[in-house]
């Protein structure tokens, strides 16, 4: 296992392949699709997303949530030296139906989202996901999630005349490391700002009451 430490956006993007791989080997067989979900989860945009994928049901959406950060350890005691960041999270499997027989079904049927609920349970639960960079059998094996999946709800979170979806949250956490600052060639240019609360607002992009930006 590779104690290698990455930015955030290769666990991110590394947990969510890895939970549709995860989601395919258990319902494959029945799911329509299942694809990451960049959207929120608010009634109004995952309406319209579902709408979107109406012919691709059952459906599973894999998304990202929300987390925390606790820096670890620095690297070195070097100024600008990366940071090993903790990041505790939660990643969201949307469960989606349609079953045109009804409510029902969409709940309760051979495919639905009590089902679609349970596989993602079994797909998930109590796991850690692998990456495999390059080619077998030299290819390195980096630890995604140290923190195993652990489901924490299930929420009810769309009810349309046609379509049911249930949230299913898993909280768990990883590891990332932050921009190597001690690089000077690599470093942004310092941004200078000066606040005077003595400045009268002003209406413009970027220029909030009282501040100048250089």
């Known amino acids: 296992m590779s104690e290698t430490y990455r930015g955030f956006s290769f ?3 590394g ?26 989860l608010d009634e109004k945009k995952l309406r319209e997303a579902l709408e979107a994928l109406q ?3 059952p459906l599973y959406l894999v998304s990202y949530g929300s987390g925390t ?21 939660n990643f969201v499997v949307i469960c989606a139906d349609n ?66 979806a249930y949230a299913v949250p898993f909280s768990t956490y990883f590891r990332y490391l ?3 600052r001690r690089d000077p060639l690599t470093e942004i240019g ?4 000066e606040i005077n609360l003595l400045n009268s607002p002003r209406v413009g992009r970027g220029n909030a009451p009282g501040v100048i930006v250089r």
């Open 190 to 193: 310092d941004v200078e700002f």
């Open 55 to 57: 012919s691709r049901f």
């Open 15 to 40: 947990i969510e392949d890895g939970m549709i791989a995860a989601l395919d080997v258990v319902a494959g067989e029945y799911a329509g699709d299942i694809q990451p979900y960049a959207g929120e």
């Open 99 to 164: 079953d045109a027989r009804g409510e029902a079904e969409q709940r309760r049927g051979p495919v639905g989202v009590y089902k679609m609920i349970d596989d993602a349970h079994v797909a998930l639960e109590g796991r850690h996901l692998f990456a495999l960079l390059g080619e077998e059998p030299d290819a390195e094996r980096v630890l995604l999630n140290p923190g195993e999946f652990l489901a924490t709800d299930v929420e009810h979170i769309a009810h349309f005349a046609d379509v049911t």
């Open 11 to 13: 666990f991110v993007g």
């Open 69 to 89: 950060n606790t820096r670890e350890t620095q690297i070195s005691p070097e100024p600008g030296a990366p940071w090993i960041v903790r990041h505790d999270c």
């Open 178 to 180: 932050t921009p190597d």
